[in-house]
């Protein structure tokens, strides 16, 4: 079965704020996570890639892995509005040897 | 570097007829994935492809089909069209097997079934 599971929002932040994203999973084994942004009626675009414990920082963007507590989550300093879209989180599916992807939170950046 | 290509971009049918969907993948990349996301929905797992081969298919009818051909591209069939096929179809290509590896997605293919 698939297990990453997303708060599908929709989330809501002032410009400038930072905003929240936030991803678990269930296999305890998963290394590797991905976050994608899709913009409405676009493609899913790769944003970051992390694959260890701990952070990783892209910009105005971080990425969080916390292998003990099975989430992932995505922090966005310095919100834009042109940061407003849907966020998909990625990972190993338990019991599934591929990519599997959340259902996606919404953001909206409020100017 | 060229990125994942899909054609056509847009695809109006009919009930009851075939369509077909094409995907480049990136230059050496090997794997092929195609998703369905109906509108304001999430990503929905069609097929997987690698090395010519069928590795893994979603939970869809078998009117959903496709192949890979030997220089990695990959085209989608669905026969028999229903009105809730209408859709973005979303090709994704990756460098190797396995999950840990990122998936690349191309603009996809809207469907839609009159």
């Known amino acids: 079965q698939k297990e990453v599971e997303q708060n599908s929002g929709p989330l809501s932040v002032p410009e400038g704020a930072i905003a929240s994203l936030n991803c678990t999973y269930s296999d305890r084994g998963s290394q590797s996570f991905f976050w994608y942004r899709q913009y409405s009626g676009k493609s899913p675009e790769l944003i970051m890639s992390i694959y260890s414990n701990g952070d990783k920082e892209d910009g105005r963007f971080t990425a969080q892995l916390n292998k003990a507590s099975q989430y992932v989550s995505l922090l966005i300093r310095d919100s834009q509005p042109s940061d407003s879209a849907t966020y998909l989180c990625a990972g190993p599916g338990a019991g599934s040897y591929q990519l599997t992807f959340g259902k996606g939170t919404k953001l909206s950046v409020i100017p | 570097e060229a990125g994942v290509t899909q054609s056509p971009t847009h695809l109006i049918k009919t009930r009851g007829q075939q369509a077909t969907l094409r995907c480049s993948p990136i230059?050496?990349?090997?794997?092929v994935y195609w998703y369905q996301q109906a509108l304001g929905l999430g990503l929905q797992f069609l097929l997987w492809?690698?090395?010519?081969?069928?590795?893994n298919r979603g939970n869809f009818p078998p009117r959903f089909s496709g192949r890979q051909f030997p220089n990695y591209s990959s085209e989608l069939n669905v026969n028999a069209l229903e009105l809730e096929d209408s859709a973005l179809y979303l090709c994704?290509?990756?460098?190797?097997?396995?999950?840990?590896?990122?998936?690349?997605f191309g603009p996809g293919t809207r469907l839609t079934v009159l």
């Open positions: 492809y690698d090395e010519g081969e069928e590795r």
């Open positions: 230059s050496g990349h090997t794997s």
């Open positions: 994704a290509s990756s460098p190797g097997q396995g999950p840990y590896n990122e998936q690349f």
